[in-house]
């Protein structure tokens, strides 16, 4: 098909540079004294000590002059703004869902979902965990139960739909436990936590029906489920003549309600949304925003980030866009493969990540060597990344033992229209420094831990 990007640069930006951010270059001892005043937790060093952020995708995109216009045009009007109607059509455009609730990001809308769905002694199960996720089922008294297929666990294995759901997995627990006890199924596109890996639509149509019969809802988080349907085009039968909002929209189509995180695949700093077809749920949902977020016409956001968030949604669908989004991270993924350094394949949407285990095979797992590679990096080069590993996991809430991941990653997330080609070459010269000289790495041992997703705030000292 056309997708009208550029025949002799595939993922060329499809923009140029209006306004520059300039960066700070800083010396190894400075980095040095910036990680351990952190407490090496990459999530508590300062923006200033960085030279290239991979730390994250989320509210990290730059925005495009549409987006920027858009805030000029913010009706902060308490109640009925008309940026509120802009973004339903936009949601109900591209995403298809009838209502729609605003809220300040995707954990807001996850906390109004789960309160209202689940029950006490529920199970929620899910294509593999995401931290907020999976906290906002246990906090509503439910308990999450992986039904990923056994390839997402294994960072080598290329099966091309890492995302899928095991259906075998899925009727063991609805067997085991009553279709009753299963208020929804919780479906991420490019699973986050897998590497960023997309289900398939075949997978998605089984499940559909597996669902239909149980009378189970399905409930996307479509966090990144354009970069899912990008990839259904490029991997599945069927697919390769159809543009990516199509895809998007066929995705949606089968399942009940999302919840957004903005932040990432709609361009914009801040913003999230539960979206629904139920007319019950939606009432529900629209009287508990008013508890936890603002009116149900705002959510949490000024009139203007929903402008942004509407406009966003608009140019995040674009092949263009799109091109140029995968090709710069598949372009970064390469050159570490290349070098031979272990990462997680095949290649995801919105990270690479580092297989820490077999990076540093000489350090335990109880030693966090996903974190203390995130520091390593920030030393080496002011690149600031994340642990995906069992820091990330927590600590199971009945036995209080740490869960242990068979994925122990570092996330070098690319920010969306951030970072040029060049970015991505001192990035991965730095990670290849870094491997030339692992066996120096150290482990940690943390020494502050809280209570609630502790991978933000926990606090290491490397260990003697
Ligand atoms: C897959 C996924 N779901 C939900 C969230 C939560 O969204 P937010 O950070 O906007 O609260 C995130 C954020 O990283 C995510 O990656």
New binding site residues.
């Given amino acids: 098909m056309n997708t009208q990007t550029n025949e002799h640069h595939p993922w060329a930006e499809p923009y140029k540079i209006k306004m520059v951010e300039l960066l700070r270059m800083t010396t190894r001892e400075e980095r040095l004294a910036a990680i351990r005043e952190a407490g090496y937790n990459t999530f508590l060093t300062r923006s200033r000590d960085v030279y290239i952020d991979l730390l ?4 990290t995109s730059a925005m495009s002059d549409r987006q920027w216009a858009g805030i000029m045009l913010g009706d902060e009007a308490y109640s009925g703004s008309e940026n509120f109607y802009h973004l339903e059509a936009a949601v109900r455009e591209f995403y298809g869902y009838k209502h729609l609730v605003p809220t ?7 906390n109004l979902m789960s309160q209202i769905l689940i029950s006490d002694g529920d199970f929620v199960p899910g294509n593999m965990y ?4 999976r906290l906002h089922q246990e906090l509503a008294g439910g308990t999450f139960v992986d039904v990923i297929v056994d390839e997402a666990h294994d960072p080598e294995n290329t099966f091309p739909f890492k995302g899928n759901v095991d259906l075998d997995k899925l009727d063991a627990l609805v067997q085991e436990v009553g279709a009753d006890r299963v208020p929804y199924i919780s479906l ?6 897998a590497g960023g890996q997309p289900f398939s639509m075949e997978n998605l149509k089984a499940l559909r029906q597996y669902c239909r019969k149980h009378d189970i809802p399905i409930m996307l ?1 479509a ?2 489920t354009i970069e899912n349907a990008w990839f259904i085009r490029e991997r599945e039968a069927g697919y390769s003549d159809m543009p990516v909002r199509k895809i998007l929209r066929e995705i949606c189509d089968l399942t009940d309600g999302c ?1 957004m ?4 695949d709609a361009l914009v700093n801040i ?2 949304f539960f979206a629904c077809n139920d007319d019950e749920v939606f009432k529900k949902a629209q009287n508990l925003v008013v508890v936890y977020e603002g009116l149900h016409t705002y959510g949490g956001l000024a009139g203007r980030d929903m402008e942004a968030m509407a406009q966003g949604i608009r140019e995040s669908v674009t092949e263009e866009h799109m091109a140029a989004r995968i090709g710069q991270v598949r372009y970064l993924g390469q050159k570490l493969l290349a070098a031979g350094i272990p990462i997680v394949r095949p290649i995801g949407s919105h990270a690479i990540f580092i297989d820490a285990r077999r990076f540093l095979p000489h350090i335990d797992q109880e030693h966090f060597p996903a974190q203390s590679l995130a520091a390593e990096l920030f030393i080496e080069s002011g690149i600031r990344t994340m642990e995906r590993g069992i820091v990330s996991a927590g600590r199971d809430p009945e036995t209080g033992k740490n869960r242990k991941p068979k994925l122990e990653l570092v996330r070098l997330t690319i920010p969306r229209r951030v970072y040029t080609q060049a970015h991505m070459d001192v990035v991965a010269d730095a990670v290849i420094d870094v491997y030339h000289r692992r066996e120096e790495i150290r482990g940690l041992k943390m020494v502050y831990e809280p209570e609630y997703l502790r991978f933000f705030q926990a606090r290491f000292e490397p260990l003697t």
């Fill in positions: 994250t995708d989320s509210g300040h990001q995707g954990r807001g809308a996850e995401f931290t907020t996720t991420e596109g490019n699973v986050n936590m988080d966090t990144r919840t995180s903005a932040k990432k913003g999230g």
